[in-house]
């Protein structure tokens, strides 16, 4: 079966780089047409979509964080890597990745990692 | 960028039946998806492509998209259906978009 989980830091310090790392399995990033997303959720908020990188490479972004985010994907390692620049603590948040299908769209996600923004 | 209006709440009594709308310009000319999510836990999808349900949803649990307007709605509603409940679609120019959530309370 398909899974996904989330790891990376607990906690950052306003102005670093944070960088999250997504392994799964049950699926290969090499299978045309798949993808793997971030998405993350601010405490009581709503779901805000970041990134999705697709099997072939192509990449999407949230356009109000483009300038931020990077995502990129090791297949051979099953993983995927997401990193958001200069992190303020608006961008407090649990972070999912999601296994993205063309058509179902995320239909597997991970359990979510909470990131804390604090000096 | 393209946005997503969903009413922040909906209040529905043991059996009946809750709508939960899901408002964008032209919504009804892309495909639209639904979320549920139960406290301290990820989403769950329940519909993709506007009415198709995930094998182990219910049957219960259905959509709609048409004009501005796409709708998901759970028939039969019991207590097991009171979570938050997120549309999103895809669009050209901004990818996939979210709404804003909804929650649902049986009561």
């Known amino acids: 079966q398909i899974t996904l989980k989330e790891s990376g830091p607990t906690l950052v310090k306003p102005t670093q780089t944070l960088t999250l790392t997504c392994t799964f399995s049950g699926f290969s990033l090499s299978t045309s047409g798949v993808g793997v997303g971030w998405i993350r959720q601010p405490p009581g908020k709503a779901l805000e979509w970041l990134a999705l990188?697709?099997?072939?490479?192509?990449?999407r972004y949230s356009p109000s964080l483009k300038n931020r985010l990077t995502i990129t994907k090791d297949t051979s390692k099953n993983q995927v890597v997401l990193t958001l620049t200069n992190m303020d603590p608006v961008d407090t948040a649990t972070y999912f990745c999601?296994?993205?299908?063309?058509?179902?769209?995320?239909?597997?996600w991970g359990q979510g990692t909470l990131v804390t923004v604090s000096s | 960028s393209y946005e997503l209006t969903q009413p922040p709440s909906v209040s529905v009594s043991p059996g009946q039946t809750a709508s939960i709308t899901c408002s964008g310009d032209?919504?009804?000319?892309?495909y639209t998806w639904w979320y549920q999510q139960k406290p301290d836990q990820s989403p769950v999808l329940v519909i993709?492509?506007?009415?198709k349900r995930p094998s182990g949803i219910p049957e219960r649990i259905s959509g709609s998209n048409s004009g501005n307007t796409a709708t998901l709605t759970i028939s039969g509603t019991q207590t097991m259906d009171e979570a938050d409940y997120y549309c999103q679609a895809w669009d050209s120019s901004t990818a996939v978009v979210f709404g804003g959530g909804t929650k649902l309370t049986v009561l």
């Open positions: 999601a296994h993205y299908d063309p058509l179902i769209l995320f239909d597997y």
């Open positions: 032209e919504l009804g000319d892309k």
């Open positions: 990188i697709y099997w072939d490479d192509d990449k």
């Open positions: 993709y492509q506007d009415s």
